[in-house]
């Protein structure tokens, strides 16, 4: 327990109550905090930040993160969150968007966009991208007109249809969605495109493509996600009053007039909350207060039918350093991305490699060493610089439920925010934020939730 309160049974009335210490829980309770709204937040692990923190590998030192996230420029709700929790320093954001795609050992095509207002930015990267054909750029060009005229919305097909059905309805040769397309479905949705929803593919690639030119671009961590993402909205809500409860549960819920009145904690301890905010995994719901959730709020066993979509991060350290790029995108590989963390995090050891295998449902239950076999032999192939350098250290991590698989008709699947209990509110990147599984969408849903909670405050204040 943090904030200096020791009682153990103590009883405790916060305006809001959350349950949950993950981004979307963490993000509300910063929200509240703002707001002058004292929140108590509940976590059962020894540490905040869920699916999206960072720990110490006891061999190099340093802070390795427990899976590899991509965040963009089109985060707006996160940026603003890592400037409430003051960390925005720790992220750079590219000025214009530049990725370089490597194939059979070479740097094979630079998807560099010109300073242009949006989507011209977006129209001069692909007209520019040398690793396709004229004929094929142009291709792209047409499929994406299309997809930026699309409206997912109201559109019954494209909310039926997978992403790869969606790029044979616009004819996408085969060379165009190996080398594009399905790099944009797969780092965006942690899916294949044979099973990805098009119509959440072609909502986030407009919300990419049509906003501020910078929106576009690829965010890159300068250290790790707790140092970023976690252990400052810890000690900002420490700081303004709220307090974080670690290693802890709500066992039950009191019910009054249609509101919950009252949370027990695992000891004994009494919270009497005015609103709570439920902010676990949807494959957590029935944990929450004994099976309270899923009890009362049957239409909730919807979320969880959604399917856990798994991601392999491959940690490699080299003797030497073998890229000059922060990043690149591996294409005919099994291996998606691979960053250069130690020189974007400008770390003593240069050469640590972060390897990600997104939507890993072949890969998910190789054993560690396969995968570290595998890693090796992929970055050999890309970086012809690797082929002499020996292997260290290296670390696996496997979030076998590390999003849910955005498939069609998931969407509804998704909850709102706000529930049939009037006090009660849910977060989480799985809600429905209309964005797929990322930081992004659980802060977003973290910040819907407290607004809704602080609306339900004011209006009982009237």
Known sequence: MSGGK??????????VLIIGG??????????????SHSVVLVERSPHCGGRARSFRDEVTGEDVDNGQHIMMGCYHETLRYLERIGSRHFIDIQPPLRAVFRENGRAAGLLLALPLPPPLHALSALLRFDLLTWPE???IVRAARMLLAANPAVDTKLQSQTVEEWLNDHAQPERCRKAFWDVLSIGMLNEQSGYASASLFVSTIQRVLSGRRTDASIVLPLAGLSRILVDPAVAYLNLH?????????????GEENGRIRMAVMHGGRAILPRAVIIAVPFFALDSVANGFLLERLPALRKAETLLPAPIISIHLWLDREIMEEDFAALLGSPIQWVFNTGKIQQLKRRSHLSLIVSGAWEDIEKEKSVLVAMGLEEVRKAFPAARNASLVHSLIIKEKRSTFS?????????????TAIENLFLAGDWTATGLPATIEGAV??????????????????R
């Open 22 to 35: 993950g981004l979307a829980g963490l993000s509300a309770a910063v929200q509240l905090t703002e707001a």
């Open 6 to 15: 020791t009682a153990a049974h103590c009883v405790m009335q916060p305006d």
């Open 406 to 418: 955005p498939r069609p008709g998931s969407e509804q699947l998704r909850p709102f925010h706000r």
């Open 444 to 461: 977003v849903s973290g910040v819907t939730s407290a607004n809704a909670a602080v609306e339900f405050l004011d209006r009982r204040l």
């Open 241 to 253: 009053g709220s307090e974080v409860v670690l290693s802890s549960t709500v066992e039950s819920f």
């Open 137 to 139: 750029r142009m291709a």
